[in-house]
């Protein structure tokens, strides 16, 4: 019987190419989203990961920094899927790039409730089907998207950083309290990898930021895609955060 995933930011970019991913291993595919002009893009994931794997999917409109929204997607997931929740991706994230003094209150709130808040949310309201079913032989996973910048710091980005380092501990945390249970619980922070995020960067910018990276160029999303294959598959793997950042941090 196929295993049920949902990845929330599966329209574009890094949450694209892990739903694709996720598809290859066999999940039927939750694809979750938040902007209504995302939902064509969305769709079109789900599609394409249905016709290529034959597992199902099912496209879910909800803003993961809000409880109720994530509350809506565990349901419709629930009622698409069953009570048998295997995999949670927790991806979304947007960030700011201001400097902490001219920065909006409203902005840096965005940012935490958008890549930590939702993390708290999705978890709480997961991790309560996992432990119903999940066991030393059929493990159940959380891996959580965080980011070099909560490794390190990044100028302009203390939100996101502060953000982003949350979600190693409460990666850590929750690996600890679940561990015994059959669930693993692991993070990916990303390099530089060219997805909308960086899109706004002009050439220069992007050439002088790939000459900061040892390996010499910008990450492609398959290579955070390979990552969570690898954390999926890796049974014995859990409170670890796994880097694809080319060199350009070195821990
Ligand atoms: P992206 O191309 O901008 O995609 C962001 C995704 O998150 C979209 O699917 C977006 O949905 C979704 N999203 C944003 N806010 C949401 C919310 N409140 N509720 C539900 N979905 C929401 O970004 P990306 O580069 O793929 O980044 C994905 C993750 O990787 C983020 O957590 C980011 O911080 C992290 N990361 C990225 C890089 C990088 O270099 N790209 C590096 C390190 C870490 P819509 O399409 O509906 O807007």
């Known amino acids: 019987?196929?295993?049920?995933?949902?990845?929330?930011?599966?329209?574009?970019?890094?949450?694209k190419a892990m739903a694709f991913k996720?598809?290859?291993?066999?999940?039927?595919?939750?694809?979750?989203?938040?902007?209504?002009k995302s939902k064509v893009l969305a769709d079109d994931v789900a599609e394409q990961?249905?016709?290529?794997y034959g597992v199902d999917t099912l496209v879910v409109r909800a803003d993961v920094s809000k409880y109720e929204d994530c509350e809506a997607l565990v349901k419709a997931t629930v009622e698409k899927f069953g009570e048998n929740i295997?995999?949670?991706v927790n991806n979304?994230?947007?960030?700011?790039?201001?400097?902490?003094?001219?920065?909006?209150?409203?902005a840096y709130?965005?940012?935490?409730?958008?890549n930590l808040?939702?993390?708290?949310?999705?978890?709480?309201?997961?991790?309560?089907?996992?432990v119903n079913h999940s066991s030393k032989e059929e493990q159940c996973n959380v891996v959580s998207t965080s980011s070099v910048g909560g490794l390190t710091g990044v100028i302009n980005q203390a939100d996101y950083c502060a953000a982003k380092s949350g979600v190693i501990g409460l990666t850590r945390a929750l690996a600890l309290e679940y561990a015994g249970k059959g669930i693993r619980v692991n993070a990916i922070a990303p390099g530089m990898i060219m997805t909308d995020m960086l899109r706004g960067v002009n050439q220069d910018?992007?050439?002088?930021?790939?000459?900061?990276?040892?390996?010499?160029?910008?990450?492609?999303?398959?290579?955070?895609?390979?990552?969570?294959?690898?954390?999926?598959?890796?049974?014995?793997?859990?409170?670890?955060?796994?880097?694809?950042?080319?060199?350009?941090?070195?821990?």
């Open 49 to 52: 990961i249905k016709s290529q």
């Open 109 to 114: 709130e965005r940012v935490i409730a958008t």
């Open 86 to 88: 295997d995999c949670l």
């Open 1 to 15: 019987m196929a295993k049920t995933a949902i990845i929330t930011g599966g329209s574009r970019g890094l949450g």
């Open 117 to 130: 808040v939702s993390l708290l949310h999705m978890t709480h309201l997961v991790l309560p089907y996992m």
């Open 205 to 251: 910018e992007l050439n002088a930021l790939a000459a900061t990276i040892p390996q010499g160029y910008i990450g492609d999303p398959a290579d955070i895609a390979g990552a969570l294959g690898y954390i999926l598959t890796a049974t014995y793997l859990t409170g670890q955060v796994i880097s694809p950042n080319g060199g350009f941090v070195l821990a």
């Open 22 to 36: 996720l598809g290859e291993l066999g999940y039927n595919v939750v694809v979750n989203y938040r902007s209504e």
């Open 92 to 106: 979304a994230g947007i960030t700011n790039n201001c400097n902490w003094i001219d920065i909006e209150p409203a």
